[in-house]
């Protein structure tokens, strides 16, 4: 009887549709391109065939109507980006109609070294960077704020720059490759945790980090969370770096939310602790919007995914923590950004009625690897 109801109350995930396994750049003359096709490593995996990485970090920004955000997030992604190692040549990349490589990486010898907060770990096989803005049915102007942004900065040696969250006045702006940045677009909501995954099936990134639109989390702590991933990964390779608030208990930006706010964060926190396995419950922090994954944890975790609510992080940290995967959790930067689609009361009922079920399901067997 208990399985039957988790059975029928579990989520399953719908099917990406053929509009969703593509995606939009803008190309070297300033146009937007066709809709190009999205290759997924998925699919390749089910084929026989592996996927090598063609990029040396992904960045999947989940968003959902957020051309009021949007924008300043992806000016201090992309200043840190093209200042550090994951340089793409400027003067020969090109972006393809047919879906061909957009951008030409280069290695030009300035890998930092390991060992300094901030910077990344030495040289990899891989070069350049690519940032996937995954619009999760957005109404308002999302993907034109994407492509207008990836146009200007494409363009233009010095592009007008956008404010952020942390840089209310930014006194410079940074040129990107072209085909840096890819749009795709759901054809209808389906929760940050299914725009997340989705994008993640698509990755070409050797690392690959999910950040939120809102740019809350200080994007330059990735170098950070690089350093911790690398530090912790095992003999195949596989790592997690958990962006982590958690140190910021008790600082001014919490104390000053309300009492029901911090209740209902305390109260999840326990509920966490009671319903999932050691290492996960170990986390002080599981919901921070920015975590990194080297390449070979994602056939263990993404393809088991089916939470698309805001719990997906859990069933991630639970899917790692199955396959012996190491989590590590690292201090960020954060800071609240106005503009959150979060309802404190009902979204926290939602998330603790999830939890719930996803425990359940993988308890009893509903949710299996197959």
């Known amino acids: 009887m208990i399985y039957v109801f988790v059975f029928v109350v ?38 026989g065939r592996q996927q090598e990485a063609e990029v040396f970090v992904s960045v999947v920004v989940p968003a959902y109507n957020e051309e009021k955000r949007l924008g300043g997030m992806l000016e201090e992604a992309v200043d840190y980006l093209q200042q550090h190692s994951w340089d793409m040549d ?70 007008t720059p956008i ?64 350093e911790e991933c690398r530090r912790v990964e095992d003999s195949q390779g596989r790592g997690v770096a958990v962006g982590s608030r958690a140190h910021l208990v008790g600082s001014e930006a919490v104390v000053k939310r309300s009492f029901l706010r911090n209740f209902l964060m305390h109260s999840f926190h326990l509920l966490l602790r009671i319903l999932t396995p050691t290492a996960t419950a170990a986390i002080k922090d599981t919901q921070c919007g920015f975590k990194l994954f080297s390449r070979p944890c994602l056939p263990h975790i993404i393809p088991f995914m089916h939470s698309e609510g805001w719990i997906f992080d859990v069933e991630m940290l639970m899917l790692a923590e199955s396959a012996g995967i190491p989590v590590t959790e690292v201090p960020v930067g954060w800071k609240e950004v106005g503009g959150s689609k979060l309802n404190v009361i009902w979204d926290s009922l939602g998330m603790a009625w999830g939890l719930a079920v996803l425990r359940a399901a993988w308890a009893f067997g509903v949710y299996r690897r197959a």
């Not at 990134?205 to 969370?225: H, N, W």
């Open 163 to 226: 404010p952020g969250p942390r840089t209310p006045h930014p006194d410079h702006s940074t040129q990107i490759p072209p085909g840096a940045i890819r749009v795709i677009s759901l054809e209808e909501n389906r929760g940050k945790g299914g725009a997340v995954v989705h994008g993640m099936r698509h990755v070409r990134g050797e690392y690959v980090i999910f950040a939120d639109a809102d740019g809350a989390s200080k994007f330059s702590d990735l170098g950070r969370l690089m």
């Open 10 to 47: 579990a989520p399953t995930p719908r099917p990406p549709r053929p509009s969703e396994k593509t995606y939009v750049a803008i190309l070297p003359d300033g146009s937007v391109s066709p809709k190009q096709h999205l290759p997924c490593w998925i699919d390749h995996r089910r084929a």
């Open 90 to 159: 400027k003067g020969s990349t090109t972006a393809t109609a047919q879906g061909g490589k957009e951008a030409q990486r280069t290695s030009k010898g300035r890998r930092q070294q390991n060992g300094r907060a901030g910077n990344l770990p030495p040289p990899s096989a891989t070069e350049g960077w690519e940032i996937l803005i995954v619009s999760d049915g957005s109404t308002d102007k999302t993907i034109e704020t994407a492509l207008s942004f990836a146009r200007s900065h494409q363009l233009f040696l010095h592009p």
